[in-house]
């Protein structure tokens, strides 16, 4: 199986801040990496996919980079509703495997 | 609306089985392979289960035997049968949306799966 590690598992930041958060691949995925957004009590949200397209209605201030083992989501400007959990996710080869989250909070 | 609703989940004790049940609507069901994610408190979501749109089926080494996915395109259904479950099945599942390059892109709101004695 493929396993994918994200850092940081948190972090603390401020509205207007610029956030990157990092996602490895345990063996290279081409491009096939997604990231969700998740609030507590909700269910995942797509953003990102093919490790840069931006899913339709997400803001363009959230934007992904990378290919092979390892990649990026970064928010360009931290906005109130952007304080959630973030997940990485390979769509290679199945078993399709997540990271283990990245929980944005408030400084 | 284009929506994902699932239900069924519910307090099983260890070894038992449920049936967990997503209707969809707003959407082509047939034309999308569909999927279960799992998240439990404190962990990371795991995939549990996809079927595509001519009936195959993939499952995770963690489930597989175990879990059953299946889909009747004439309701817009999906379901996952879920027998011999254990502890650590306990979670919050949701069933998703997939189709071609775009992974989930719509989710259920999710059902709770508590496996206690």
């Known amino acids: 199986d493929i396993q994918m590690t994200q850092s940081p598992s948190s972090l603390s930041a401020s509205v207007g801040d610029r956030v990157t958060i990092t996602c490895r691949a345990s063996q290279s995925i081409s491009n096939y990496l997604n990231w969700y957004q998740q609030k507590p009590g909700k269910a995942p949200k797509l953003l990102i996919y093919v490790a840069s397209s931006l899913q339709s209605g997400v803001p363009s201030r959230f934007s992904g980079s990378g290919s092979g083992t390892d990649f990026t989501l970064t928010i360009s400007s931290l906005q109130p509703e952007d304080f959630a959990t973030y997940h990485c996710q390979q769509s290679h080869s199945t078993p399709w495997t997540f990271g283990q989250g990245t929980k944005v909070e408030i400084k | 609306e284009v929506q994902l609703v699932e239900s069924g989940g519910g307090l099983v004790q260890p070894g038992g089985s449920l049936r967990l049940s997503c209707a969809a609507s707003g959407f082509t069901f047939s034309s999308y392979d569909m999927h279960w994610v799992r998240h439990a408190t404190g962990k990371g979501l795991e995939w549990v289960s996809a079927i595509g749109t001519a009936g195959d089926t993939y499952y995770p080494g963690s489930v597989k035997g175990r879990f059953t996915i299946s889909r009747e395109n004439a309701k817009n259904s999906l379901y996952l049968q879920m027998n011999s479950l254990r502890a650590e099945d306990t979670a919050v599942y949701y069933c998703?949306?997939?189709?071609?390059?775009?992974?989930?892109?719509?989710w259920g709101r999710g059902t709770l799966v508590t496996v206690s004695s």
């Open positions: 998703a949306r997939a189709g071609g390059t775009i992974p989930f892109d719509l």
